[in-house]
T-cell receptor, first 113, second 112 residues
Framework: EDQVTQSPEALRLQEGESSSLNCSYTVSGLRGLFWYRQDPGKGPEFLFTLYSAGEEKEKERLKATLTKKESFLHITAPKPEDSATYLCAVQALIYNQGGKLIFGQGTELSVKP | NAGVTQTPKFRILKIGQSMTLQCTQDMNHNYMYWYRQDPGMGLKLIYYSVGAGITDKGEVPNGYNVSRSTTEDFPLRLELAAPSQTSVYFC???????????FGDGTRLSIL
């Protein structure tokens, strides 16, 4: 069964304290892994797509990496405005003409000044 | 550029009532999706559509119905509301199956 697990469930950082969020996945052939940011009361906002092991993508203080079993979202010198819930989702390659996503439960990040 | 628009933003229903959650997108996307998000849980796919006139079930379709008569609109229907359907509902769309999905800001539904 395709599955996504994110850890930790919640993470509290001081401003400037770098850390990483983990997304472990089991999928019958990976088409793509997606990272989203979700602010309270809002819908998920797309950050990155990763397609193959070894791939990396960066945006401002965020860097996403991918292996065959997990993905990391590294946050370098975070600021309070980085506080949000970060969601990971995988898209299986087979039997998936509809582009269905399987989401993890999210990591709630809080960055204090 | 409006993107994906969901209405209403909030709604309280009584058990057994019915309602339709509206979703419209102005990006001419073929693919549209309905998810529900419960506290501490990931988004779960309810129904999806790959184009006008074509819909299919996701992980948790029981108690819901959808239709897709136009490219822009993808309404979600609750026929007999139950407390277990209390949740936040998100609609999403994308141009094709491999591209990122764009989400609306959700409908918060409480059933009492």
């Amino acid at each position: 069964e395709d599955q996504v697990t994110q850890s930790p469930e919640a993470l509290r950082l001081q401003e400037g304290e770098s850390s990483s969020l983990n997304c472990s996945y089991t999928v019958s052939g990976l088409r793509g892994l997606f990272w989203y940011r979700q602010d309270p009361g809002k819908g998920p906002e797309f950050l990155f797509t990763l397609y193959s092991a070894g791939e990396e993508k960066e945006k401002e203080r965020l860097k996403a990496t991918l292996t065959k079993k997990e993905s990391f979202l590294h946050i370098t010198a975070p600021k309070p405005e980085d506080s949000a819930t970060y969601l990971c989702a995988v898209q299986a390659l087979i039997y998936n003409q509809g582009g269905k996503l399987i989401f993890g439960q999210g990591t709630e990040l809080s960055v204090k000044p | 550029n409006a993107g994906v628009t969901q209405t209403p933003k909030f709604r309280i229903l009584k058990i057994g009532q019915s309602m339709t959650l509206q979703c419209t997108q102005d990006m001419n996307h073929n693919y549209m999706y309905w998810y529900r998000q419960d506290p501490g849980m990931g988004l779960k796919l309810i129904y999806y559509s790959v184009g006008a006139g074509i819909t299919d079930k996701g992980e948790v379709p029981n108690g819901y119905n959808v239709s897709r008569s136009t490219t822009e609109d993808f309404p979600l229907r609750l026929e007999l509301a139950a407390p277990s359907q209390t949740s936040v509902y998100f609609c999403a769309s994308t141009r094709d199956a491999t591209r990122p999905q764009h989400f609306g800001d959700g409908t918060r539904l409480s059933i009492l």
